[in-house]
């Protein structure tokens, strides 16, 4: 079974340009994770989808931040303009809550450069 | 406001030594409490725990969840190189919402 699939895996911009990021979860997850994750801290969410609908999005900043996610399957989050503090690693991860169960799993990230 | 606390935030140890990393959690509606391991990149999942007193166990890792006290520890015994890693602790709660703790880096040194 295939993993979760991020593109970029690295991305190097200057402050003010525009970025995107590409997500595929696991075929059958419904649940789609927007993570942003600082040097030295946890993963904090940016915005969960369930099928095609943005359910938690408070995390957003969404004067420069958007993220769509149109027929409920792949994904993309979207910066811009990007500030010098937007430098992290950004998580997608998905899951198929069943019967209680939660595990998300996450792809391998994109690292964001922001000089 | 929902919170959830590891420690210690770093440790350094050797071969064979046994570890003990601590989560606690402030959560509305609690659901799980899920462990991660963190090496370069992407969280891979170790453990879902939902009740109290029951340890689960893979290989050398195990964990347990304490829900009156509101804490979980994750034990690795005999440790390798090869579980140097970043070690993250999440709580689930509400309807599928989940908070990560900064995480606990681990490094055993051979």
């Known amino acids: 079974e295939a993993g979760v699939v991020q593109s970029p895996r690295y991305k190097i911009i200057e402050k003010k340009q525009p970025v995107a990021f590409w997500c595929n979860p696991i075929?059958?997850?419904?649940?789609l994770y927007w993570y942003r994750q600082n040097l030295g801290q946890g993963p904090e969410l940016l915005i969960r989808y369930e099928n095609e609908e943005a359910v938690d999005d408070s995390q957003l900043p969404k004067d420069r931040f958007s993220a769509e996610r149109l027929k409920g399957v792949d994904s993309t989050l979207k910066i811009q303009p990007a500030e010098l503090g937007d430098s992290a690693v950004y998580l997608c991860?998905?899951?198929?809550?069943?019967?209680?169960?939660?595990?998300?799993?996450f792809g391998p990230g994109t690292r964001l450069t922001v000089t | 406001e929902d919170k959830v606390v590891q420690s210690p935030l770093s440790l350094v140890v050797h071969e064979g030594d046994t570890v003990t990393l601590n989560c606690s959690y402030e959560?509305?509606?609690?659901?799980?409490l899920l462990w991660y391991k963190q090496e370069k990149k992407a969280p891979t999942f170790l453990f879902m725990l939902?009740?109290?007193?029951i340890e689960k166990k893979s290989g050398r890792l195990s964990s347990i969840l304490d829900k009156k006290e509101l804490f979980s520890i994750l034990n690795i015994t005999a440790t390798q190189t090869g579980d140097s890693a970043v070690y993250l602790c999440a709580a689930t709660y509400n309807n599928n919402d989940m908070r990560f703790g900064a995480g606990t880096r681990l490094t055993v040194k051979p």
């Open positions: 939902t009740s109290s007193g």
């Open positions: 991860a998905s899951s198929f809550p069943r019967q209680g169960r939660y595990e998300q799993y």
């Open positions: 075929s059958g997850h419904n649940t």
């Open positions: 959560v509305t509606n609690f659901r799980s």
